[in-house]
T-cell receptor
Framework: AQSVTQLGSHVSVSEGALVLLRCNYS??????LFWYVQYPNQGLQLLLK??????LVKGINGFEAEFKKSETSFHLTKPSAHMSDAAEYFC?????????????FGDGTTLTVKP | DVKVTQSSRYLVKRTGEKVFLECVQD?????MFWYRQDPGLGLRLIYF???????EKGDIPEGYSVSREKKERFSLILESASTNQTSMYLC????????????FGPGTRLTVT
């Protein structure tokens, strides 16, 4: 079985501050890990993904995440927040090659960016 | 550019009506998914399909059915709509060739009155 826990349903940062959104997963096999972003009244779009290889993954809009197997974590960071980063962020885990790559999603973290 | 489209952005139906939500993807993806999204509950998987005419139940299939007669199209059916099915419905598709990440449609906000 696979599961995802996002720590903190709401995170607030000032513009220009570091963004850190936390995600921990559990999986009995090597996982694929994803971060998605959702802007109001839109579907989700992929920010970045980890499948295999390099554990530090860079995504769109200056975001990156590091896969830490020993900590079962995949935290999302961005050095300097912009107002346009305000959105809801979802971490997801997928077990490789089974169940159509069905993903399990975290409950989401709403990021607020204060001017 | 890859695309997942959903037949309606907003839909209002009456209790007891049969409701069809359509999803089409143009990427030749083998996998398609239907989720509902409610505040505080995240995304919950209703049904998914890994091939034409193949389907599997997700976490909350009760009150829903699906149809996949063609690879590009995945339909969600509410047999008899109820007020507790008022929600945002999201369709997604994926392929093993792209590492299983999911492309999402814009969503359909369904209100059942």
């Amino acid at each position: 079985a696979q599961s995802v826990t996002q720590l903190g349903s709401h995170v607030s940062v000032s513009e220009g501050a570091l963004v850190l959104l936390r995600c921990n997963y559990s999986s009995s096999v090597p996982p694929y890990l994803f971060w998605y972003v959702q802007y109001p009244n839109q579907g989700l779009q992929l920010l970045l993904k980890y499948t295999t290889g390099a554990t530090l993954v860079k995504g769109i809009n200056g975001f990156e995440a590091e896969f830490k197997k020993s900590e079962t974590s995949f935290h999302l960071t961005k050095p300097s927040a912009h107002m346009s980063d305000a959105a809801e962020y979802f971490c997801a885990v997928s077990v490789q090659r089974t169940n159509a790559g069905k993903s399990t999603f975290g409950d989401g973290t709403t990021l607020t960016v204060k001017p | 550019d890859v695309k997942v489209t959903q037949s309606s952005r907003y839909l209002v139906k009456r209790t007891g009506e049969k409701v069809f939500l359509e999803c089409v993807q143009d990427m030749d993806h083998e996998n398609m998914f239907w989720y509902r999204q409610d505040p505080g509950l995240g995304l919950r998987l209703i049904y998914f399909s890994y091939d034409v005419k193949m389907k599997e139940k997700g976490d909350i299939p009760e009150g829903y059915s699906v149809s996949r007669e063609k690879k590009e199209r995945f339909s969600l059916i509410l047999e008899s709509a109820s007020t507790n099915q008022t929600s945002m419905y999201l369709c997604a598709s994926s392929t093993i060739l792209a590492g299983y990440f999911q492309y999402f449609g814009p969503g359909t906000r369904l209100t059942v009155t």
